[in-house]
């Protein structure tokens, strides 16, 4: 995956973004997995590239029903933000 899609290139840091950010961190750090689009802004791509990694297989995916899920381990990992020991499992 590449860094920056377009529509995040040009996003200013300002308070809402960083809030933002801020809950999306606490989602990813308190939940089992995230959402498409929190993944997605996490990792610096559009949600488009989450949703076709996740088709491909390049990206670990949980589906229910309609819905995608990326599970939060291995978002953590690729950021290398491991909170515990047993993140350092392989998915």
Known sequence: MTHGS???RGRKLNHKNIL???DILH?????PTVSVPDAAR???VGKSTVYAAAKSGDVPAVRVGNRVRIPSRWVRQVL?????PADTDTL
């Open 27 to 31: 989602r990813l750090l308190s939940e």
């Open 20 to 22: 933002a950010v801020g």
């Open 6 to 8: 377009a529509r995040n």
């Open 80 to 84: 290398e933000l491991q909170t515990n």
């Open 42 to 44: 996490l990792l610096g």
